[in-house]
């Protein structure tokens, strides 16, 4: 998509499918977060937040933020919330300030809630926007959802620094495919080093997957040790890759729980780049031989308990834990796998792969 130049401009799937994400997601981390972190505080932040609203559509993610700061067991806890927007075209910052007030007017806003709206670049206000309401002081969620190429890692690194922060952030690796002879700053800033130059001299099929590798690492380095992947995909075949950061098992099970929702309501297929073969599939048809395979494998190399697998298709695949034990069962029935011991639960039920029968 262009980057587009009116104040308004229409949502397409990729937004429509990453806004159903980020409200599910959002449903869960603004209550857990506000209960656990009820002296710090929580903050929502936004680097790229846009005017509010779409010619076609009425939601956006600072409005999606707001209506979750603002819900009853949420606003109730009485934790400091701060919700900090940050936007690059003054219009659209005035847009989306004008908007916020005039659906949650000031004077009904729990007095815990604080909300910012800054006009100018990202990686030029996001220190002092933050430090200004104290959200240094607690966990940070940062929606880094620029055209692509637009986010600082430094930003990435900052908010890594904080207690229980995460990060969702939009990634076009197009962009540093097309222009990784030419312009090369764009791609310093996003990466935070010159590797990512070698892109130009490998083969085609080799250049996204070398991307995709190098940034998940620059995410576990920044200090996310739970980095997710995936590539969403429309109707017309057009994809886009986000990257999740965290540092919490739960946070990853909550938000592939949104992950898995959301393509029955926005149309989207998903892709897991770590997949060698780059199966897509429907999530409401979903093909779990990428899953069977993967485990096949692990057992290749050693014996694995159920819970093992369960973390491990939790951690490094785009499936869920209540996804392997009907993949493991239907291993078992194939007889490729086999259990080496057996017990109550998961940590007890050991699997290996079965002998190979002669016929």
Not at 76 to 93: H, K, N, Q, S
Not at 182 to 200: C, K, L, N
Not at 208 to 227: I, K, M, N, S
């Amino acid at each position: 998509m262009a980057v587009p130049t009116d104040i308004l401009w229409e949502r397409d799937l990729h937004t429509a499918a990453k806004h159903t994400l980020l409200r599910r997601y959002q449903s869960a981390w603004f209550p857990i977060m506000a209960r656990r972190f009820r002296e710090d505080g929580i903050t929502f932040f936004d680097g790229f937040a846009g005017p509010g609203k779409y010619t076609n559509a009425q939601e956006s993610s600072p409005l999606i933020a707001m209506e979750q700061a603002l819900r009853s067991d949420v606003a109730g806890l009485r934790t400091p919330i701060r919700l900090v927007f940050i936007e690059a075209d003054r219009r659209r910052a005035e847009h989306l300030d004008n908007l916020l007030n005039a659906r949650h007017q000031q004077s009904i806003r729990p007095p815990d809630l604080v909300v910012g709206v800054h006009h100018g670049k990202c990686g030029d206000l996001y220190e002092q926007a933050i430090a200004e309401v104290g959200g240094w002081s607690g966990p940070v969620f940062a929606n880094l959802d620029g055209w692509g190429v637009d986010t600082d890692y430094k930003i990435v690194q900052r908010v890594a620094q904080q207690q229980s922060s995460e990060v969702l952030v939009t990634f076009q690796d197009q962009f540093f495919i097309r222009f990784a002879d030419g312009d090369q700053e764009a791609g310093e800033r996003v990466f935070g080093h010159s590797e990512w130059r070698q892109v130009d001299q490998l083969a085609t099929a080799a250049k996204t997957p070398f991307l995709l590798d190098l940034y998940r690492q620059g995410l576990h380095t920044a200090g996310f040790p739970h980095v997710l992947t995936f590539e969403m995909i429309d109707e017309g075949g057009h994809s886009l890759h986000l990257f999740f950061g965290t540092t919490s098992d739960v946070a990853v099970r909550k938000f592939k729980d949104g992950l898995w929702e959301v393509d029955g309501v926005s149309g989207q297929r998903f892709r897991d780049p770590r997949d060698p073969d780059q199966m897509s599939f429907d999530i409401l048809r979903p093909d779990f031989t990428p899953l069977a395979n993967g485990i096949v494998e692990l057992l290749g190399g050693r014996d694995y308990s159920m819970a093992q697998l369960c973390k491990h298709a939790l951690l490094e695949t785009i499936y869920k834990e209540t996804h392997v034990k009907p993949v493991v069962d239907s291993l078992l029935e194939q007889r490729r796998v086999e259990l080496a011991h057996t017990g109550r639960s998961y940590e007890d039920r050991v699997l290996r792969l079965a002998e190979q029968s002669l016929f």
